[in-house]
C-alpha cells in the first residue's frame, strides 16, 4: 500500500540531509521512525517533518535512531582469530604498506581491533586504516577513544593492558599512539565515492538495513574499490550469495575475496 505521508517524508529528507531512506528496508525503517514520531506526539510525518526543519534537537535525533550504532570490540571473534591469525598477516608478507578501510564503523570498536592487531605484529607503521561513517556524533566519540568498562569486556586481557588506560572508575581510553595510523572521516556509502586500492575493506552490521537493490550497488563499488587479492569482510548475517557476480570468491566464513 503506498503511503504518501511517509513516501513525502522520504523526499524532503533526502533534499534536506542527503539521506535516502527509501534505499533502507522499508518496513524495519518505517517502524522504528514511526515509533520516534509519535513519542515526540506528532499524528503524521508531514507535521513530524516540519518541526524537525525548525528544531535541530528532533533532526539529531532523527538521524541517531535511524542508524542504530551498536558495536563491539572483536565482535564475532572467531571471524577476527582469521583476521589476525591468517589475513593480516597475508598482506603484511609484501612488506609494504596496507590499506585497511572500517566502513561504518560507528564509534570505532572495528578500527581500533584492527589497529591493535596491526601493532602487535609490530605493522603500524605501515598500516593506514581510513574509517568512516554517516553520522558524525559517533565519528567524534569513535575519535575520542573513550569507552565504558562495558564496552570493553571482550577485549583480550593482555590487549586491554597494553592499549588502553584508565580514565576514571567506569571508563577506559585508548592510547593515543594508536590514533595515529586511524583517519576518522564522515561518508554515506549509498551516495559518496569512494577510495581505491584497499587491501582489506571492512563492513559490516549496516548492510542489513538496505534494500537489495542498494546492496547490490555496494558489493559493486567495494569490489571497484578493492585491490586485485583484496579482502571484504561482512557481518554474520550478511553472506553474499552469489559472490561471483562482483567478482569476488569466498576466502573463509564471512570474508570476500577480489578475484586477482
Ligand atoms: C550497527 S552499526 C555497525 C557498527 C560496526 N560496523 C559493527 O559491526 O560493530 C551500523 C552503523 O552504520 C552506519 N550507517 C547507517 N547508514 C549508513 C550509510 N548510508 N553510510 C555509512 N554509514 C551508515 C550507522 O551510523 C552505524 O554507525
Given at each position: 500500500m503506498v503511503d504518501m505521508d511517509f513516501d513525502l517524508f522520504v523526499k524532503r529528507m533526502k533534499a534536506k540531509t542527503d539521506i535516502d531512506l527509501s534505499q533502507y528496508k522499508e518496513a524495519q525503517m518505517k517502524r522504528r521512525l514511526t515509533t520516534l514520531r509519535q513519542k515526540n506526539g506528532f499524528h503524521t510525518f508531514a507535521s513530524y517533518f516540519?518541526?524537525?526543519?525548525?528544531?535541530?534537537?528532533?533532526?539529531?535525533?532523527?538521524?541517531?535512531?535511524?542508524t542504530i550504532n551498536v558495536s563491539e570490540f572483536w565482535r564475532n571473534p572467531g571471524r577476527w582469530e582469521a583476521m589476525?591469525?591468517?589475513f593480516i598477516p597475508e598482506m603484511l608478507k609484501s612488506g609494504g604498506r596496507i590499506k585497511i578501510w572500517s566502513a561504518a564503523c560507528s564509534t570505532g570498536e572495528e578500527p581500533y581491533t584492527l589497529a591493535m592487531i596491526a601493532a602487535e605484529m609490530g605493522a603500524q607503521d605501515r598500516t593506514a586504516i581510513l574509517a568512516t561513517d554517516?553520522?558524525?556524533?559517533?565519528?567524534?566519540?569513535a575519535s575520542q577513544g573513550v569507552y565504558h568498562e562495558r564496552s570493553v569486556r571482550d577485549v583480550p586481557r593482555s590487549y586491554l593492558q597494553k592499549y588502553f588506560s584508565k580514565q576514571d572508575q567506569d571508563h577506559y581510553v585508548i592510547?593515543?599512539?594508536?590514533?595515529?595510523?586511524?583517519?576518522?572521516?564522515?561518508?554515506?556509502?549509498?551516495h559518496d565515492s569512494f577510495d581505491s586500492g584497499f587491501d582489506i575493506i571492512v563492513c559490516r552490521n549496516v548492510?542489513?538495513?538496505?534494500t537489495e537493490e542498494a546492496k547490490h550497488l555496494l558489493y559493486q563499488k567495494f569490489a571497484n574499490a578493492l585491490r586485485p587479492g583484496g579482502l571484504l569482510?561482512?557481518?554474520?548475517?550478511?553472506?553474499i550469495f552469489t559472490p561471483s557476480q562482483y567478482d569476488f570468491e569466498s576466502a573463509e566464513t564471512f570474508f570476500y575475496r577480489k578475484r586477482s
Open positions: 516540519d518541526a524537525i526543519e525548525l528544531d535541530s534537537k528532533l533532526l539529531n535525533e532523527f538521524l541517531d535512531r535511524m589476525e591469525k591468517k554517516l553520522d558524525a556524533i559517533v565519528l567524534q566519540k592510547n593515543s599512539q594508536l590514533n595515529k595510523s586511524i583517519v576518522f572521516k564522515q561518508q554515506n556509502l549509498l548492510m542489513i538495513y538496505f569482510f561482512v557481518g554474520s548475517t550478511e553472506q
